[in-house]
């Protein structure tokens, strides 16, 4: 369990987040909603290790991680993506990756599932953003992730293209794995089924909630 | 070959060592203008190691990247928290300091063939061990080649490795990497570190060849040259910097009567170079694309 505690976070004397409580369990599927500015894109990067709370604790299962960098939560199991896609240009999708053939060959099942293997080869400026998302998706995936943040993974997206992303995510992310979709709209939570939460002025509008 | 054309293949080949080092550096994200100093550290160690202590060149040159890198590894902590502008001024200001302090390095001793041992702004003079072993200049092109050889050779095979694409990963973009796991710290201390001892080997090479070496030889234009060639070269492939090298002063060595108007060509050289090919010659971009044209014709 990835459990936030009380966490506060200010961005030059504006409080962003306030005493905001939430615990992510292996298994479930939750969306953060809210409108622009009310902190989903930070309480991820404080759930991640990518910014570190003012007050508050990050824990997992039981374990104070509230100041590792980000890269030691990931091997961890605590994946992200990102809102911008992130690519090098210069490097074809495959070796973007960053993982041996060998794990490729034995996940070939996501890999087909996301329908990217026809663009493995290309570089990521030859592939439409939809695809882009999902083999950032698939990155985290073959990693093994136990929590999974996904930061406004609709941004750019069509409507046909958002239910296939949909179905792709239903289809791959399993009983091991936590789903956190945040977003401001509620098209892909509820494809998914997410159990849905508000960020309103710096608080978790149903209160301090358990999942 | 007349002793002309071995002189500049030499000085081409150890002057590749500071260009590699430059690449090592730039393939983890920074900016290094600090090289010559390692290179110079390498220069004075062996000069020391040889001619005072009378040690195996084979020693000699080890000392020589042992001592340059884990100079370069002092530099790596004292800059862990610097990147882009400022790891690039941080490492010129260390290399400076570490030049300055050899005008203050004092220790002679006199023998038959005079003195020798660093001697401060006079330099260490007297370095004996290509005319005491009798190597010609013939020789010692060949020695240094496949010195620089091996080096490439190696940097090769590592080029596929999990250690270098991960380390090209945190040059390119840290938030990825950490995304996946992949902590830049240790990467940036380890390239740097690889680099001084890289920078320090050739240094060594370079006080044997030359006889003789002084603090003054090591100032910023050497390591800007050694940036400048693996900018040029491009950080695709090791021997990107090469390319670099052969590039600049096969011109250079071309025009030589043109004497002190060289510079200027060199800096129009460089533009002209980043206008036409904007990430070097042997780019990223292009080794992805002659890999995907080399697995499509294994697939077809």
């Known amino acids: ?211 | 070959m007349s002793l002309y054309l071995v002189t500049i293949l030499t000085n081409m080949t150890l002057i590749s060592f500071i260009a590699i080092s430059a690449y090592l550096i730039l393939i983890v994200g920074e900016v290094s203008f600090g090289q010559q100093a390692f290179f110079g550290i390498g220069a004075y160690m062996t000069a020391t190691s040889t001619a005072l202590l009378g040690l195996d060149i084979v020693i000699a040159l080890f000392f020589a990247f042992m001592v340059s890198s884990s100079f370069a590894l002092v530099l790596s902590f004292l800059t862990v928290r610097l990147s882009g502008l400022y790891f690039a001024v941080a490492s010129l200001s260390f290399a400076e300091l570490l030049r300055l302090s050899l005008y203050k390095v004092e220790y002679t001793v006199e023998t038959n063939s005079g003195t020798i041992g660093p001697n401060g702004p006079e330099g260490f003079q007297n370095i004996r061990w290509i005319f005491e072993n009798n190597i010609s200049p013939e020789n010692f092109l060949v020695i240094a080649l496949s010195s620089l050889l091996t080096l490439i050779i190696l940097l090769i095979f590592m080029e596929n490795s999990k250690l270098f694409k991960n380390a090209r990963l945190v040059g390119k973009d840290q938030i990825v990497a950490q995304s996946i796991g992949i902590g830049p710290f240790f990467y940036r201390i380890g390239f740097i570190t690889l680099a001084g001892g890289v920078a320090g080997f050739g240094g060594g090479l370079f006080a044997l060849f030359n006889t003789y070496v002084e603090p003054s030889m090591f100032g910023i234009m050497l390591g800007v040259h050694g940036l400048a060639y693996s900018i040029i070269g491009g950080l695709g492939y090791p021997l990107g910097p090469l390319i670099g090298v052969f590039i600049d002063i096969g011109l250079l060595e071309s025009v030589r009567f043109l004497s002190e108007y060289r510079m200027i060509l060199f800096g129009g050289l460089v533009a002209a170079i980043l206008i036409i090919f904007p990430e070097g010659i042997i780019s990223p971009r292009l080794v992805s694309r002659i890999k995907r044209k080399l697995v499509k014709k294994n697939n077809a």
Not at chain 1, 69 to 97: D, P, Y
Not at chain 1, 172 to 198: G, N, P, S
């Open chain 1, 1 to 211: 369990m990835l459990e936030l505690k009380g966490l506060k976070k200010l961005f030059g004397g504006i409080t962003v987040l306030n005493d905001v409580n939430i615990a992510f369990q292996r298994g479930n599927k939750i969306g953060l909603s809210g409108g622009n500015g009310t902190g989903k894109s930070t309480l991820l990067n404080i759930a991640t290790g990518f910014l570190t709370a003012e007050e508050g604790a990050v824990i997992l299962n039981g374990d104070d991680i509230t100041h590792f960098e980000a890269w030691k939560l990931s091997r961890l199991g605590v994946k992200r993506t990102f809102q911008k896609v992130r690519f090098n240009e210069a490097l074809i999708l495959k070796e973007q990756l960053y993982t041996s053939d060998d794990i490729i060959k034995r996940n070939l099942h996501i890999l087909e599932g996301a329908d990217i293997i026809d663009y493995l080869y290309s570089f990521p400026n030859e592939v439409p953003l939809p695809i882009l998302r999902k083999i950032e998706v698939t990155r985290a995936l073959l990693n093994r992730p136990k929590y999974l943040f996904l930061d406004e993974p609709s941004a750019g997206m069509a409507a046909t293209d958002l239910h296939d992303f949909g179905e792709f995510l239903n289809n791959f992310i399993d009983a091991e794995t936590c789903l956190v979709v945040v977003e401001h709209r509620l098209e892909l939570m509820k494809k998914i089924d997410a159990k849905i939460y508000e960020l309103r002025d710096g608080k978790l509008v149903n209160g301090n909630i358990f999942v």
